[in-house]
């Protein structure tokens, strides 16, 4: 059996997975794509994120 470190990321299908608002460095808030990429930091559900890319290329996470 393999010990699972974390936080990890996981690769995940992007298919049924909209696109999300979030507020941007600027202060503006923005539609942001899926990355296919979900983060993890523990083995319960409740801390999994979906990774979400904005215009500039930064970052955001949530469900």
């Given at each position: 059996?393999?010990?699972?470190?974390?936080?990890?990321?996981?690769?995940?299908?992007?298919?049924?997975?909209?696109?999300?608002?979030?507020?941007?460095?600027?202060?503006?808030?923005?539609?942001?794509?899926?990355?296919?990429?979900?983060?993890?930091?523990?083995?319960?559900?409740m801390?999994?994120?979906?990774?979400?890319?904005?215009?500039?290329?930064?970052?955001?996470?949530?469900?």
């Amino acid at each position: 059996m393999t010990k699972v470190t974390y936080p990890r990321f996981v690769d995940v299908e992007r298919n049924g997975v909209s696109q999300k608002v979030f507020e941007t460095s600027n202060g503006n808030e923005e539609w942001c794509s899926p990355t296919g990429r979900e983060l993890q930091e523990s083995p319960d559900v409740m801390d999994h994120w979906l990774e979400y890319e904005d215009s500039e290329g930064e970052l955001h996470y949530g469900r």
